[in-house]
């Protein structure tokens, strides 16, 4: 059984990571709305691809470090070492900043020659000039996501909330819709997509540099460099590769999508995955609330109460996730339509992603779990066998079926990603997601919003009664999670809305 005060306290960071989450789907979609409605489907695929480009890139050279810290910082504070923050943050930051300025030397310099392999030569001109762009302001982007990710090992998501949902992921809707107002070119929408990164890791580095200087006030001496440097890179170095292969297995099917088909499909294929995307953001956000919590129960060596927060996690994710992913592949049609003209076309690949996500969901934030146990080496190995079939599966079904056959190899990976993960914490750590609480909700969504997908899909009603339809299932799966809401922990989120006792506030590292 759970102390109540681990709930409240997962209840109160989730909240902040869920509200961060809902405001980064938003701007999500609204950029590419604006791309997507805003510039041609060649130019639009041209971005998305770029972009993809600069996110797996980016993930190379950040080398794991985001989950390192995360992992590490909590474990440093539970332990009585907050002086060893500053020097955990420099022994990280170093070869980032270092291999980022070289990747970025190499991209700007290789982008001709990448360009015409990414998109073909008709496009080639517009995705060498975005390379360039995006190039400048690599570095910039690895320390922002670094910066962002050290708060959240220190305890708090108001960073990540504020600077990255809030901050970033707004400044970069409105960058890129003032370029189409403007009528900018390629280089411009590039340098509109990513220029606000430089805002982010200015707030975000200030922000982490106060948190650092509250939290190393007290306590004993720094643990040496040498030991520091240890501790990190022990965890952190299979996470190097493992972040690159879970960065490739989300982006690099758009890139192949450009590459194997065309950049028209490409802008189709994200526009229908951003939907998905948007569902996935919810579960990161529980992920990111978890991951610094579960890291100093393990520190603490309370198995049992971590793996009790897995399961809350996982019920409550379930609880939100479900009737969002089955709501997505009833209306996809429609939803798709909102991008633009054709758009609809791809609403088979909401439907096969939105269903393949009920299984990954319902598997909880296992993959965290597993991280914050200590065993990055078990999350390598599993990343990199998910995205050789992605990328196998791939090659061969995109020629045949296009973006049906993308989205059928994704579906497949997610599968593979999420199972080898749930085996390995059965097994290794004794912990299991799916609570009769969370198996309750899961059967509840499926008769609430299955239901309603048939009345949708079997019948030829008018939006505004499918609507009605709609607003029937939320109100009675929200009348029996009120009824349920004691064996499903949501009692503990009335921590979030009163005002936080001394007994809630962060306990002081012991000396």
């Not at 690159?244 to 065309?262: H, P, Y």
């Not at 998910?386 to 090659?395: F, K, M, T």
């Amino acid at each position: 059984m759970i102390h109540r005060g681990n709930l409240e306290k997962l209840a109160r960071r989730g909240t902040a990571s869920v509200a961060g989450a809902a405001c980064s789907a938003v701007f999500g979609v609204l950029l590419v709305l604006i791309v997507t409605n805003g510039f041609p489907p060649a130019l639009a695929g041209t971005l998305f691809a770029a972009t993809s480009v600069f996110l797996i890139l980016e993930s190379v050279i950040l080398l794991g470090t985001d989950t390192g810290l995360v992992k590490v910082v909590p474990a440093q504070l539970a332990g009585g070492r907050p002086r060893d923050l500053p020097r955990t943050l420099a022994v990280a930051a170093a070869p980032v900043l270092a291999s980022s300025l070289v990747a970025a030397v190499l991209l700007h310099q290789l982008a001709p020659s990448l360009a015409g392999a990414l998109v073909g030569a008709d496009d080639a001109a517009a995705m060498s000039a975005m390379l360039r762009a995006l190039a400048v302001v690599l570095p910039v982007a690895a320390l922002h996501d670094l910066a962002v990710a050290a708060t959240r090992g220190t305890g708090t998501m108001r960073p990540t909330v504020v600077v990255e949902n809030l901050g970033r992921l707004g400044l970069q809707a409105l960058a890129v819709l003032g370029v189409h107002l403007a009528g900018g070119g390629p280089a411009a929408l590039a340098l509109a997509w990513c220029l606000p990164y430089v805002v982010g890791l200015a707030a975000g580095g200030l922000w982490l540099r106060s948190l650092v200087t509250a939290r190393t006030a007290s306590g004993p001496p720094a643990t040496p460099w040498r030991s520091v440097a240890r501790e990190f890179w022990a965890f952190t170095a299979p996470r190097a590769v493992a972040r690159v292969t879970q960065t490739a297995l989300k982006r690099s099917d758009i890139v192949l999508v450009a590459a194997l088909a065309s950049p028209t499909e490409a802008a189709l294929y994200t526009a229908a995955t951003r939907l998905i995307v948007v569902g996935q953001l919810f579960v990161q956000a529980v992920q990111q609330a978890l991951s610094p919590h579960v890291s100093a129960l393990f520190a603490r060596g309370d198995a049992a109460a971590a793996g009790s927060v897995f399961q809350a996690a996982t019920t409550w994710s379930v609880l939100a996730a479900w009737p969002f992913f089955l709501t997505l592949a009833g209306f996809s049609p429609l939803l798709m339509g909102l991008f633009g003209a054709g758009y609809a076309a791809a609403s088979d690949v909401v439907v096969i992603l939105a269903l393949t996500m009920l299984l990954a969901t319902a598997c909880g934030p296992v993959d965290a779990v597993l991280l914050m146990a200590g065993r990055s080496w078990l999350s390598l190995r599993n990343s990199t066998v998910a995205l050789a079939v992605n990328i196998g599966l791939n090659l061969v079904l995109i020629p045949l079926d296009g973006i049906r056959g993308a989205a059928i190899a994704w579906s497949v990976a997610i599968v593979v990603r999420n199972l080898l993960p749930l085996r390995q914490v059965r097994r290794d750590l004794r912990m299991w997601p799916v609570t009769p609480s969370a198996a309750r909700v899961c059967l509840l969504a499926v008769a609430c919003f299955g239901a309603v997908d048939l009345v949708v899909l079997g019948t030829d009603l008018a939006p505004p009664a499918d609507a009605g339809v709609l607003a029937v299932g939320v109100l009675v799966q929200a009348a029996a999670v009120w009824r349920w809401r004691g064996p499903l922990g949501l009692e503990a989120f009335r921590a979030v809305v009163r005002p936080r006792r001394p007994a809630d506030a962060p306990a002081a590292a012991p000396a």
